[in-house]
């Protein structure tokens, strides 16, 4: 499959999840945040902030909510990238809310969206620079990255979409099974947030309607997606880990 490159600048900006409440990874996140639970030596959101700086992000905004003062005295000495907190103590907006809400701190241009409990083993290329070299704004509200679901660690579901020739995504049926799996990071157009609504909201919204106007697109990742949702799934993580280093 060959795409073409985008001559759009890198983002530098970025949108990290972190205000989520991490019940699946309870008993763990009684104490902490999910972010905050350590994967390979470091914290979760610690593999995430590091990528965005090699991808060169500026600024990230950061979402918090749960035990949200643990983030931001974990955080607080972090200058690559830059950190804003964007504060959702007094109401968790949801995944699509909690980007409306940052949108101010984000600017104009589009910009990276990163799960903050998403890792994965790099391939040749750092995936991050992949998406910012792919993403077309004329062409794409979402660009998406992907993984393959059957080789995906931790991860058992039916998958989220499929793929065409041209990176075209459509989401899987009800009872189909697709062959990739959202592996937590994409880059996102601010005009798709124009009409959306008010309050709390999760963003798979938007990623419908994006795929009802054709603007929906995939980027299948290399290396190896590790989904960590409950505590089990930490040591596989950390095992591939280890094998990756060997």
């Not at 965005?52 to 990238?81: C, F, M």
């Not at 830059?82 to 241009?109: H, M, N, Q």
């Not at 799934?233 to 990756?244: D, F, P, V, Y």
Request: aromatic share 6%; with cysteine; net charge neutral.
């Amino acid at each position: 499959m060959t795409h073409p490159i985008s001559i759009v600048a890198k983002p530098r900006r970025a949108m990290v999840l972190a205000a989520g409440l991490g019940t699946r990874m309870a008993p763990l996140t009684d104490r902490m945040p999910k972010p905050l639970v350590p994967v390979g030596g470091k914290p979760l959101l610690d593999h995430v902030l590091d990528r965005l700086a090699d991808a060169g992000v500026e600024r990230a905004v950061l979402n918090v909510h749960h035990k949200a003062e643990q983030i931001e005295q974990h955080v607080a000495s972090r200058s690559r990238p830059e950190i804003v907190i964007s504060d959702e103590r007094g109401l968790l907006l949801g995944t699509g809310g909690g980007v409306v809400k940052a949108l101010p701190s984000l600017g104009d241009a589009p910009f990276f969206h990163v799960n903050s409990d998403t890792i994965w083993i790099e391939g040749p290329r750092p995936n991050l620079q992949k998406l910012a070299a792919l993403f077309d704004a004329a062409q794409m509200d979402v660009l998406l990255l992907l993984a393959p679901a059957a080789t995906s660690i931790g991860y058992d579901g039916r998958g989220d979409y499929t793929m065409a020739p041209d990176g075209k995504l459509r989401q899987r049926g009800e009872c189909e099974v697709a062959p990739f799996v959202y592996a937590g990071a994409a880059i996102l157009n601010p005009p798709m947030f124009a009409h959306a609504p008010r309050g709390a909201f999760g963003l798979k919204s938007l990623f419908d309607r994006a795929e009802e106007r054709e603007r929906l697109y995939g980027l299948r990742m290399e290396g190896v997606w590790m989904h960590v949702g409950t505590p089990e799934a930490i040591a596989k993580a950390e095992s591939a880990i280890l094998q990756s280093a060997a």
